[in-house]
């Protein structure tokens, strides 16, 4: 089973940056996708951005398009989500979550490995 762990969340400024990390384990070679979902109190979850692990393909959510960066470190089996021109909004338990599907990275139903979430702050 394929085991993600987020970590790098925390308390920020706004207008500062974050670089949150998302670390596999376990039979990472069953891996299509990685993705970052993001959850606010009293909101629905809603999805990040996404990378593919064979590939290179990044996917963004509409809300974070020029300000949030996906990239990734296939000898360590990290992801990084690195967060910029932070606003209050964006104040939310992040997750990161990985799919051996082939399509639909923006749907958070076909995710089938989730960690746990690291919560990032944004302080006006």
């Known amino acids: 089973q394929v085991q993600p762990v987020e970590s790098g969340g925390g308390l920020v400024q706004a207008g500062g940056s974050v670089r949150l990390s998302c670390a596999a384990s376990g039979g990472t070679f069953e891996i299509s996708a990685v993705g970052w979902f993001r959850q606010a109190l009293g909101k629905e979850r809603e999805f990040v951005g996404a990378i593919s692990w064979p590939g290179r393909t990044i996917y963004y959510g509409d809300s974070v398009k020029g300000r949030f960066t996906i990239s990734r470190d296939n000898a360590k089996n990290t992801v990084y989500l690195e967060m910029n021109s932070l606003n209050v909004e964006d104040t939310a338990v992040y997750y990161c979550?990985?799919?051996?599907?082939?399509?639909?990275?923006?749907?958070?139903?076909?995710?089938?490995?989730w960690g746990q979430g690291t919560q990032v702050t944004v302080s006006s």
């Open positions: 979550a990985a799919r051996s599907g082939s399509s639909a990275y923006t749907d958070q139903f076909k995710y089938e490995y």
